[in-house]
């Protein structure tokens, strides 16, 4: 059974200070998806990473793919209360005939101004 | 098109009473997942259509639910007799063949079961 761990599961930091957020698993995959949701919302999507060691940037976002293709982390520079909600990260399996995402409990985060 | 649409929002239940779901996908996705996700935890798998087939079903998907997809576009989830614990928010996602599994989802469908 494929499991996606993220840490921490909560997270309360001061607007401008920066964060690092980690999803790991044993299990190999072909993508991995970053959501962003917020209360009685659906996730959002961030981003995607399909290459082992993948750096993607988006704004204040910075993400990474593992070199194995097991773990990712998104770095939040300057947090600002807009960042608050729940991060997510989705692993896609690998050999399976369709796209089945796995998703982890997610980060909850919330940034006090 | 604007993404993936859930209706209702919100529905509230007595235990007992049976409830469905719609979603309509993204119009040119193929795929479509329904999920459940409760407070604090991630969204779990239910099952997936790739156009009007229901190609896997999770073993969170009891009896008491059934999914349908008729014509490959919009899909409704049914909750026969729901109980307390079916409480929770459901989720619709779609994605296209090819899209490197890039889901989106719809704003879901928040159950209250009293």
């Keep these: ?113 | 098109d604007t993404g993936v649409s859930q209706d209702p929002r919100h529905k509230i239940t007595k235990r007992g009473q049976n409830v469905t779901f719609r979603c309509d996908p993204i119009s040119e996705h193929n795929r479509l997942y329904w999920y459940r996700q409760t407070l604090g935890q991630g969204p779990e798998f239910l099952t997936y259509f790739q156009n009007e087939a229901q190609l896997e079903k999770s073993r969170l998907l009891s009896d008491r639910f059934s999914a349908e997809r008729p014509k490959g576009s919009f899909s409704t989830l049914e909750i026969q007799r729901t109980e307390q614990g079916d409480s929770a928010m459901y989720l619709c996602a779609s994605s296209s063949r090819g899209s490197k599994n890039i889901q989106y989802f719809g704003a879901g469908t928040r159950l209250s079961v009293l």
């Design chain 1, 1 to 113: 059974t494929q499991l996606l761990e993220q840490s921490p599961q909560f997270l309360s930091i001061q607007e401008g200070e920066n964060l690092t957020v980690y999803c790991n698993s044993s299990s190999v995959f072909s993508s991995l998806q970053w959501y962003r949701q917020e209360p009685g919302e659906g996730p959002v999507l961030l981003v995607t990473v399909v290459t082992g060691g993948e750096v993607k940037k988006l704004k204040r976002l910075t993400f990474q793919f593992g070199d194995a293709r097991k773990d990712s982390s998104l770095h939040i520079t300057a947090a600002q209360p807009g960042d608050t909600g729940l991060y997510l990260c989705a692993g896609a399996a690998m050999k399976t005939s369709y796209d089945k995402v796995i998703f982890g409990p997610g980060t909850s985060l919330s940034v006090i101004p």
